[in-house]
């Protein structure tokens, strides 16, 4: 029988579907010490990014067949060497990107009204200078008809498009690899027609010169994608989402552009030094602030748990058909 070890927790569906297609599935957590002694039993192992698996590891487990990750960065992961095994390596690149674009416009919303001080201020002072808080906290700024630049138009990007387009927003696409797409814009409604904008990406320079809103979507390659040279070439006032990885904003660089008024406010999902980020960030009052919450809905560890199972009941029906 086919035993999966699920390390870092899988949705309830996804454990349903892999125990229905006869697999047997153990979600209790191994800890990294004793993996090397338990996952040889194993045929896969399932992890989020707690759970490490390197290549001293996969020395140690001959019999596995897959290395299944939860969600898209798989820095966890030696994956060139446990491919080089033989080992396939899966994970679930879009299932979270609804989800992460939604919270890119809670950030959006909550600070161009204020909302992350306002309910810092509310139980403390609501009571008692409800006049000042409301005078305070009655400059904020509609998105419709703002132009929010993309950093990185993949998955996440497209989807954070696609609330853009639906708010009345412009939008402006950055890509290194991208140069257009369509993007479908649907409603509830089933008989409703999808409304198609097609978007050509555009040149960092020109986004930075001209956004009112950046949302950072590509994935961290070591250096930071925003610095000191792009923050000054940045409108005045512009408001910032990072809920991409931590590094590809440089947070110097992004607390000296709140300091000299270049970067009016910025919502943070993901910081350099997880899961400590630094006080600076913490306790800035024009910094809306999530512990890296991107994917953490419902629907998204849904559909991480069915497109995991999926994946995994995939592989070993054509491994049996040939
Ligand atoms: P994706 O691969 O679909 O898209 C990334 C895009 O960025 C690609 O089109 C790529 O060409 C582009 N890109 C890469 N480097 C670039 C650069 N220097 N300049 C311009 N464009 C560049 O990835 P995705 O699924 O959209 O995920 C994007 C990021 O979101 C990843 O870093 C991922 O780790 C992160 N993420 C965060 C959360 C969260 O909880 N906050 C959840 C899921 C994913």
Redesign the pocket.
Known sequence: MIKILVNDGIHPDGKKQLEEAGYQVSTEKVSQEDLPKELPNYDVICVRSATKVRKELIDQCPNLKIIARG???LDNIDVDYAKSKGIQVINT??A??ES?AE?VFAHLFGLSRFLHLANRDMPSKGDTEFKQLKKSYSKGIQLRGKTLGI???????QETARIALGLGMKVMP?????KEATIGVDLYYPDAPTIEVSLDVVS?DEMLQTADYISL?????GKA?LSTAEFSKMKDGVILVN???GG?VDEDALLQALENGKVAAAGL??FENEPTPRKALLEHPRISLTP?????TGQAQTNIGLELAEKIINYFSVAANN
């Open positions: 969600g898209v960065g690149p879009a979270s990107s992460v919270l950093i990185g138009f993949g998955r996440i990007g950055v890509d290194l690899m991208i960092m979507h590509v994935p961290f390659t994608l809920a991409a990885r590809t999902d993901v890296h919450i991107g994917a953490s």
